[in-house]
Structures are given as structure tokens and as C-alpha cells.
């Protein structure tokens, strides 16, 4: 020990980066990665704020596309973070100008969870995976691009996930099942959605688990395919 104060990989309890604290360059990259992200998910909050849900740890504010400009500058912000974050190639918004983002946001004013939900027609079951356990080891990089396979007959949906995402430092708060219970209650005036009426938009595999968790079946609903 020559008085370092770390060694090794480092998780920053502020944004969640895992960085080498003896290393200059990766501290220099966690800094510029700390400002911005801290930055991206600061929430000052505004007068006409639409608060669909109030919590003792945090509130659900819904933006939507004709919000002014400062909403929805922050949308694009928290967006291209949760975007950067999943590492993953997210599909377009079919309709950008009817999409509803939804924000949780923390009694810290800090925003830990965000989901985007859009207008679906119709969406595809997800097939159970094969229990051949050398298929699957097989199947590694194919899986790490897609969580999963679907049926090729189409059912009816209304509500489409684009993306659901939770502040790493935050998981395992049920932030993710909330946001979505207050989606299937607000997403269209006067009725709430069942669980088979809401897609997930190309799942990553842990965005896989959770619908599965959520929607208490494996089988749950996909859409917006990314080949």
C-alpha cells in the first residue's frame, strides 16, 4: 500500500460508474461520465409538472410531446443517457408526436427511472426457451443481440414499451413495476390495461427478465424488431 486510497475497479456511489482508480485515463473518463450524467438526471422541476403518482420515496411525473421545449429538452437529455446506458441499439418511436415519457423522480430530485411508452396495433408472443442447455451456449452472441424468439401470428396491443430503464444505484425498488402499473392506468383516458395489451420493444436480457417477472409468464408481448 503506497497510500492509495483504492485499488482495483471502483463503483462511483454517485453515477454508477465502474472505473480503475489507479488508472488517469479512466478517472478522467469517469469524471466527464460523473458531470454529465449527474447533470443529465438533476431534476429542478417546473411549475406545470403532470404528477400521475406521489410515493414516499419519489413521484411519476408523464411529459408529453406538445409539453414546452423545457420538458421536453430534459426528455432528450435523460433519453440519450438511458439510451447510451442500456448499450443497445434502441428502435426508433414509430410516432414521436404521440409517445409519453414517464419520469420517476426521487425525493433527492434526481431522476432514477424513466419508460417511453407509444401506440401499438398489434405485437408477438415471446416462445419459451429451449430447456437444451448446449442450444443455449450455442446461442451466446445471438442472445447477448436479442433476448428472444416470437411467434409469427400477430396479437392485438395497445401500449408499447420503447424503452424502461432504472438508475443502476436504484434497482431492486420496484421503480420499474410501478412506472409501468401507472403506464397501464394512465395510458388511455378512463381504462387500465392489462398485462396483455402491453409490448416490450426489442428487450435486452435483463430487460427480458424483468417483463417476465412483471408479466408473471415468460410469454409476454414484443414489438419494433431490430434485425
Given amino acids: ?101 414517464y419520469m420517476f423522480v426521487s425525493n433527492e430530485k434526481r431522476i432514477v427511472g424513466c419508460l417511453i411508452a407509444e401506440h401499438i396495433r398489434q405485437a408477438f408472443r415471446v416462445l419459451s426457451e429451449p430447456t437444451n442447455q448446449q442450444k443455449f451456449e450455442n446461442q451466446e452472441l445471438f442472445e447477448y443481440h436479442r433476448a428472444w424468439r416470437c411467434t409469427t401470428m400477430p396479437e392485438e396491443a395497445i401500449c408499447g414499451i420503447s424503452r424502461i430503464w432504472v438508475f443502476s444505484l436504484m434497482r431492486r425498488k420496484e421503480i420499474a413495476s410501478r412506472m409501468v402499473d401507472i403506464v397501464r392506468n394512465t395510458f388511455m383516458y378512463g381504462t387500465c390495461l392489462s398485462k396483455n395489451e402491453i409490448a416490450f420493444s426489442d428487450p435486452t436480457p435483463s430487460g427480458k427478465l424483468f417483463a417476465t417477472k412483471y408479466c408473471q409468464t415468460p410469454n409476454f408481448l414484443v414489438y419494433n424488431f431490430i434485425g
Fill in 1 to 101: 500500500d503506497a497510500g492509495q486510497k483504492h485499488f482495483g475497479a471502483v463503483m462511483c456511489k454517485s453515477c454508477g460508474m465502474i472505473y480503475t482508480a489507479a488508472s488517469p485515463e479512466d478517472e478522467a473518463q469517469h469524471i466527464q461520465h460523473h458531470q454529465r450524467f449527474l447533470e443529465g438526471l438533476r431534476y429542478v422541476g417546473w411549475k406545470k409538472e403532470r404528477v400521475v403518482a406521489e410515493y414516499l420515496d419519489g413521484k411519476i411525473i408523464l411529459i408529453l410531446p406538445d409539453d414546452p421545449k423545457y420538458a421536453l429538452k430534459k426528455v432528450e437529455e435523460v433519453r440519450e443517457l438511458v439510451d447510451n446506458e442500456l448499450g443497445f441499439q434502441q428502435a426508433t418511436l414509430s410516432c414521436p408526436g404521440q409517445s409519453k415519457t
